[in-house]
C-alpha cells in the first residue's frame, strides 16, 4: 500500500487505509513516518525545534535554503516575516464579486489584493500557475517555473520590499503558487459539498485542501510508540488527523462543536492567510457555482484541473 498513490484519493479509499495504521507509521517507500493520528500532528506541527521545515516540506529532505524563506525556516528566523505578512494580510480588502468563473476569479482577485497588482498581471501570473500545478514533465515545468521567477522580478509590489532580491522572489513565488492552490482547492470542495455556512469549518476538517506537508526530525525523539532519528522524514497527512477516532467521535460525520482541525495546520507555521481564506468561503458559501467537471487529483491537492 503506497500512501503516496493518487488513485487513492481519487476515489476516497485513502480513509480506509489511512485507518489500518498506526497514528505513526513508518512507510519503506520512499522512506518515512507518516504521521496520522491528531495529538502525534500537531505535536509535530508545533514543535519546529524538532520537526523542522528548513529541510523542505515535501516527500524528502532538501538541503537547507540559503535565504529568509516562511516555508523553508524556523523560528527565529521565520518569525519577523511571518508578523510582516500576517498584517499584510490584516490589513487587505479583497474587492470580491461575481464573475462567470468564480473558482478563478476569486483567488485571481485575492491575489491583486496581496500583491497590490492589476488584474491583467494577476491573470498572467494565475495562468504560470495552472502550467506550474499541471506540467506533463519537467522541463514543461522548469520553464514555466522560470517564466514565474522573470513576471515575479518586474513587478512593483511594495510587499517585502525590506528583503533582499531572492528572499523577496521566494516570498511572491510562495504567495502566488501556494495561495491559488489552496484558496482554488477549498473554493472547489465548497462547490462540490456546498455545506451551510455553519458547517465551512466541518468541510475543511473532511477536506483539507492541501493533504499533506513534511518535516525533518533534528534530533533522536519518540513520536507516540516510535524511536525516531534524527535526519528521519515525517509527513503529516491532514486529511487522517483531521478524523482520528481518539479525538473526533463518528469522524466521518459532518458534525457542529467539533474540535479545532488542523488543515491550515498548527504552531508557527499555521497558515497566515487562514482569515482571509475563510472570508472567501463564507462568502460564496450563500450561493455557490457548480462544481468543477474534472478534478486533479494528488496526494498533496485536490482541485479543479484547468488544464
Known sequence: MDLLDPSLYADGSIHRHFRQLEPVSWQPRPGYWAVLGYP??????????????????????????????LNLSDPPVHTPLRRHLSHWLKTLQPDFHPEIEPLRGLPRQTLQAILQIGETQASQLQ????????????????????????????????????????????????????????????????????????????????????QRFGRRVMRDLRLGPCDLKEGDRVLVFFAAANRDPRVFSQPHQWRLGRPPHLSFG????????????????????????????????????????FG
Open 127 to 210: 495562468q504560470l500557475a495552472v502550467r506550474i500545478a499541471y506540467a506533463p514533465h519537467k522541463a514543461t515545468w522548469r520553464q514555466a517555473e522560470d517564466e514565474l521567477v522573470v513576471q515575479l522580478a518586474l513587478l512593483h509590489t511594495p510587499l517585502g520590499m525590506h528583503l533582499s532580491t531572492t528572499d523577496r522572489l521566494y516570498l511572491l513565488r510562495l504567495l502566488v503558487l501556494s495561495g491559488l492552490e489552496s484558496t482554488t482547492t477549498a473554493l472547489a470542495s465548497l462547490c462540490q459539498h456546498r455545506p451551510q455556512p455553519a458547517l465551512i469549518e466541518e468541510m475543511l476538517r473532511l477536506h483539507p485542501p492541501i
Open 40 to 69: 502525534e500532528a500537531h505535536r509535530v506541527l508545533s514543535e519546529p525545534a524538532n520537526f523542522s521545515s528548513a529541510f523542505g516540506t515535501g516527500i524528502v529532505s532538501d538541503a537547507r535554503a540559503h535565504f529568509v524563506s
Open 266 to 305: 498548527a504552531g508557527p507555521h499555521r497558515c497566515p492567510g487562514a482569515s482571509l481564506a475563510r472570508r472567501q468561503l463564507h462568502w460564496l458559501a450563500p450561493n455557490p457555482p457548480p462544481p468543477p467537471e474534472r478534478y486533479y487529483r494528488s496526494s498533496f491537492s485536490a482541485g479543479p484541473n
